[in-house]
């Protein structure tokens, strides 16, 4: 990702290039934006619509960047959210009025467990647009091994797809490409993905059997995420239909927070680190991926066994519910 966005950076303007980052997002973003030479523009996403990109939003952050050249770039993803395809439409319309790359990030597609909102690629939307438009946005879309149902996270295998992209630039790919091929074990698990089983092989309905398990196992998991939290005065989250993890709101009272800054964390941080200290539980907070101002958000992962799930998140409720009472 830094070196696709180092090639937007011209080291001789006065002004460094804009990079469209959305809030929240993966912190990978915004070192590799920094890394790159280049500064992030960020644009929030709708929480109360259920993590909704908003075009709006995204125009009104890129008409004042403050102190950078026009945003070049826009990057585009949702926490547990999958993206309506008039959103996409919305957003590739933009891309390609403003002449901006767009970054898909795409790397949760075979995680996505809501049958009612499947997931759609950009790719797929940009054609659907017509010739008018699928002409004239440049897209990258990435996807990655350890995303996916199921969870490879030590092979680090992956790939990206160019499309409009000029053919000049393919070669900087092409020769970067000679000294990061993952490991051979890497290569082969993402080649079976890529090229699963089909109807009426031998292993089709076992391969099928076991995904949809894990798939069925994550939504699972996802609604006992949201049932346990909504009852708990001070929590709020959104249905997740995808990926691994829930992003839920967490109402932090004021002293809480004034002894937060007394001490110099944010105060989300404040609460992971109470929680941890109580209860053993770590939860990853919220302004490490960015977030609104004035909200506070925690990273709660889906993958423990449905029974151990249960008991942290009502530990959680338990522990959140004690600290309202205390600076109350």
């Known amino acids: 990702l830094q070196d696709f966005l180092s090639l937007l950076v011209n080291e001789q303007e006065p002004r460094r ?11 990978l973003y915004t070192d590799a934006v920094a890394l790159a030479g280049a500064v992030g523009v960020q644009y929030d996403l709708d929480e109360e619509g259920g993590w909704a990109l908003d075009v709006g939003e995204i125009r009104r952050c890129s008409a004042r960047p403050g102190g950078t050249a026009p945003p070049k770039c826009c990057v585009s993803s949702t926490p547990g959210h999958v993206l309506s395809r008039r959103h996409m439409q919305d957003v590739l319309q933009l891309a390609a009025q403003e002449r901006l790359l767009l970054l898909a990030d795409e790397v949760h597609q075979d995680s996505v467990f809501t049958p009612d909102s499947p997931f759609l690629s950009f790719k797929r939307v940009l054609y659907e647009l017509g010739p008018a438009v699928s002409s004239a946005v440049q897209l990258i879309s990435f996807y990655s091994l350890s995303k996916g149902f199921a969870a490879e996270g030590g092979f ?10 000029d053919p000049a630039i393919i070669k900087c790919f092409c020769s970067w490409g000679m000294s990061v091929y993952p490991l051979i ?4 698990l993402l080649d079976t993905l890529m090229e699963p089983q089909l109807p009426g092989e031998p292993s089709y309905q076992t391969f099928m059997a076991e995904k949809q398990a894990v798939l069925s196992d994550l939504a699972h998991k996802a609604q006992l995420t949201q049932e346990i939290f909504s009852q708990v005065p001070g929590i709020h989250c959104n249905p997740v239909q995808g990926a691994m993890y829930s992003f839920p709101s967490i109402q932090i009272p004021a002293r809480a927070v004034q002894e937060a800054q007394a001490l110099g964390l944010e105060p989300d941080f404040f609460f992971c680190q109470k929680l941890l200290e109580a209860t053993g539980i770590v939860l990853a907070p919220g302004s490490i991926f960015g977030q609104r101002r ?34 109350s």
């Open 156 to 165: 680090r295998a992956g790939f990206f797809e160019l499309v409009n992209i």
């Open 185 to 188: 074990l890497g290569q082969v």
């Open 17 to 27: 290039a804009g990079v469209l980052l959305l809030v929240p997002r993966d912190p």
């Open 294 to 327: 004035g909200t506070h958000h925690a990273r709660v992962t889906l993958l423990p066994p449905v029974e151990t799930l249960r008991i942290v998140l009502h530990t959680i409720a338990d522990f959140h519910s004690q600290s309202l009472q205390r600076y």
